[in-house]
């Protein structure tokens, strides 16, 4: 039981094409977030509203850098678009990427305007930028904030099928390649649309209590604990999906199992069954489900949620690891595997995926300087002052 | 206009959409839908004539309503005019901008750049061709195609040499001289078929008693010439195939002249030559497997040539006398000193098996020369 194709032996779909759905997830997800408060009426969401959305936009500025570095020639990208190809997945990406970008853009303007309008009556560079985003008109009253209300509400409410739309394309992607067992199957869209949430609740769980404790806020515990009990809800799905998934297949027994069941016992076996399902998977599933339903001290209960969110991120990332590394391990003989194992300084290594996934959260920084995301952050020494 | 009259405006609006949808969407002709933009725009005005109807029915709705509280200040839209004319803009140009992008011909055949063959054929030749190494490098290549390497063409060691073969050699072209160039088609691989000669470096420096690893394949292979076959291999004798461990076995496999327990003799040379398996058995080449001298090309699925390579060169690429081979391995000779001292000094056609047979094998009747 080992034989590769000649062309098999190196893995050419590495770190960052395990980046690029990984990121684009949490486009997704950051922005299903932003409309829980904006088109659902959540309102304990409100303190990550904004935050959520400029986390969308900044991931989504970089979702695609991944694979341009991938790429060889990376000005050919946009051939993709120049000269679309109906039987090309990638294809119809480009436009919902591009589409999805404006969309997004369009929502912070409309969601943002009375914040840049503020910081646009200041001085220095950053006003300036702002004028110029909102035209040089820095009319503002109660109608203008309706119009601009209305309108955000419907982008959020049309970027939801666009967000599921752009990341069940990614799964769409893999999904798809009916030469490939371990991708081929119609559950990789949902999956992915499922998992792209749960990163995407994850990241802001885990970003939001950074902030707040470098900064020194106090954290909105409405809102930590409806976020922590939407992150179980939607990764209780996630997983389910994923077992059922392969349980499907083991099940059925059908003739890639011989090669499926020997991937996962061999090659997957820590990062697939040891990780992702019984380390990242189960105790964020117990912690969640521990500060859903027991009453505990805010402390423990914000802890908890962390450590959890930030398991989940992990175990995202380690399910489009296995996805995408696991999927290539496999001969298209279905006799064998090759291995890959990730270099720290290559072109595609782990060194430049560190940097590319850094970059969305100094943007994101960039972006709070000009506008604060959070305006209603409360001073921790406020809340002492009060009691 | 009243409640309901915007009403019935919007019902006669989506009523249009809808009939416009199926004007859109189908040829009268053929009946057939049409091209999949036709059915975007089907898409399009049917969801626009949905949008319509609710906004209707909502008005309707609203109408029949006791008179609504008064909701507070109408929402004002003036100042989102210039964004949604910079998007609409930019949408525009980049679309427009697409529209010139595109390659002529594209769609000519499918979704394909229908110029792509005449651009393709348009290109300069960059490859010369074997002919024209020839006409310079004749030496070489006698000696190329009567070896190991004659189905490999000039051009796939030394890069494309048009440009040096119309400069009359002036142009650099590419030589080749690291035994990494060597082992991109010769490294050992799980993927390449077992037949293809491949090397462990580790093991076959091991063989030949090498002691530095920095030692390059040419050293001892000519690159022209790898194995100094002393005929040339299209005049070799025809063999049935010779199957190797690493045909069917994946992997390291140790090539050994006795088959395992209970595996069928697929391969085995004792299998047809038994007495001169035994005889080679007993002597001082033991060791040494039969395709190791008896060099097999596989021509097809059923058969092959063999070579009994009897330069004096080849027996040399394991017993040269050189600063990089250990003492332990095969004893080493100096070539020409050697024949010196055995009285056959500046003899041409001298070969080691004229003297050394007795530790090889004996010749028996059926393999002639």
């Known amino acids: 039981m080992d034989y590769v194709f000649p062309n098999e032996i190196n893995v050419t779909w590495t770190v960052m094409i395990v980046l690029y759905p990984y990121i684009t997830g949490l486009v997704a997800g950051a922005f299903i977030v932003s409309s829980l408060y904006h088109v659902f009426g959540r309102n304990e969401l409100k303190p990550v509203a904004r935050f959520s959305l400029a986390s969308a936009f900044v991931f989504l500025l970089f979702a695609t ?10 000005e050919r990208a946009f051939n993709i678009m120049i000269t679309p190809n109906f039987t090309s997945a990638m294809a119809g990406f480009g436009y919902i990427y591009t589409t999805y970008l404006i969309l997004v853009v369009l929502e912070i303007w409309f969601v943002m305007r009375a914040d840049f309008i503020r910081r646009a009556k200041g001085t220095g560079l950053a006003a300036l930028v702002c004028r110029a985003l909102l035209f040089f008109n820095l009319h503002e009253d109660e109608q203008t904030r309706k119009g601009d209300h209305k309108i955000a509400t419907f982008l959020a409410g049309l970027g939801i099928p666009l967000a599921c739309l752009l990341h069940g394309y990614v799964g769409f992607l893999f999904g798809s390649l009916k030469a490939n067992p ?53 990764m209780i799905v996630a997983v389910a999906l994923e077992l059922l998934e392969i349980l499907s297949i083991a099940y059925k027994q059908t003739e890639e199992w011989e090669v499926l069941g020997e991937l996962i016992e061999r090659k997957l076996f820590l990062s697939y069954v040891v ?39 992990a175990q ?61 952050a409360v001073p921790k020494s406020a809340r002492t002052a009060e009691r | 206009m009243n409640r309901t009259s915007r009403a019935f405006l919007f019902f006669a609006a989506a009523l249009a959409a809808l009939i416009a949808a199926f004007a859109a969407g189908w040829d009268h002709d053929t009946g057939d839908a049409r091209s999949t933009a036709g059915m975007a725009i089907v898409a399009l005005l049917v969801v626009t004539a ?63 750049r229908g110029t792509a063959p005449t651009e393709a054929r348009d290109f300069p030749l960059r490859h010369a061709g074997k002919e024209r190494c020839a006409e310079c ?29 119309d400069a009359s050699g002036d142009a650099p072209i590419l030589v080749p001289r690291a035994k990494e160039d060597c082992l991109v088609c010769h490294r050992i691989l799980d993927a390449r078929p077992g037949a293809f000669p491949q090397i462990s470096l580790q093991d076959h420096y ?58 069928p003799a697929i391969f085995e040379c004792s299998y047809c030559h038994k007495t001169i398996v035994a005889d080679a ?18 021509d097809s699925d059923f058969a092959g040539r063999i070579i009994r390579d009897a330069d004096p060169r080849f027996c040399l690429l394991c017993h040269r006398k050189a600063a990089f081979r250990s003492d332990t391995a095969a004893p080493g000779i100096d070539w020409p000193a050697h024949l010196k001292d055995v009285g056959k000094e500046g003899l041409k056609n001298a070969r080691c098996i004229d003297c050394h047979q007795d530790r090889i094998h004996t010749i028996a009747p059926r393999s002639r020369p």
């Open chain 1, 65 to 74: 850098l991944p694979l341009l570095v991938h790429l060889g020639h990376p």
């Open chain 1, 182 to 234: 371990w991708w081929a199957t119609p559950l990789m869209f949902v999956i992915f649309i499922f998992s792209a949430i749960v990163s995407g609740i994850s990241v802001l769980i885990f970003h939001y209590f950074v902030v707040s404790f470098l900064n020194g806020w106090k954290v909105d515990q409405a809102c930590v604990r409806s976020m922590g009990r939407y992150l179980w809800g939607f």
């Open chain 1, 275 to 313: 990780l992702q399902f019984m380390t990242f998977s189960l105790i964020p599933f117990l912690l969640l489900g521990i500060a859903a339903l027991i009453k505990l001290r805010e402390r423990l209960a914000n802890a908890i949620t962390w450590i959890a969110a930030t398991m989940l991120l």
């Open chain 1, 316 to 376: 995202v990332l380690l399910m489009r690891w296995n996805v995408v590394i696991g999927g290539q391990l496999l001969s298209k003989s279905l006799r064998g595997f090759t291995s890959y194992f990730p270099g720290l300084f290559e072109k595609e290594g782990v060194l430049i995926a560190v940097i590319i996934f850094t970059m969305p959260f100094i943007i994101l920084y960039v972006f709070h300087r000009i506008v604060p995301l959070f305006p209603d």
């Open chain 2, 50 to 112: 949905i949008v319509l109807v609710a906004v209707g029915v909502n008005a309707v709705l609203a109408g029949r309503d006791a008179p609504r509280a008064p909701a507070g200040p109408r929402a004002s839209y003036r100042h989102t005019v210039p964004l949604f004319l910079v998007v609409g803009v930019t949408v525009t140009a980049a679309l427009t901008a697409r529209s010139f992008a595109v390659p002529s011909g594209f769609g000519a055949h499918g979704y394909f």
């Open chain 2, 137 to 165: 490098h004749e030496d070489e290549l006698n000696l190329h195609d009567k070896d190991a390497h004659a189905k490999v063409p000039c051009e796939t060691c030394h890069g494309p040499g048009a440009q040096h073969a």
């Open chain 2, 206 to 263: 091991r063989f030949v008693g090498v002691k530095d690893d920095n030692v390059q394949c040419i050293q001892c292979h000519s690159p022209h010439e790898p194995l100094y076959m002393d005929r040339d291999l299209r005049t070799a004798r025809l063999h049935p195939l010779i199957h190797r461990c690493r045909d069917c076995h994946i992997g390291r496999t140790d090539e050994t002249l006795s088959r395992p327990e209970a595996h």
């Open chain 2, 281 to 298: 058995a007993a002597r001082k080449h033991r060791k040494v497997s039969c395709t190791t001298c008896h060099i097999f090309f596989r």
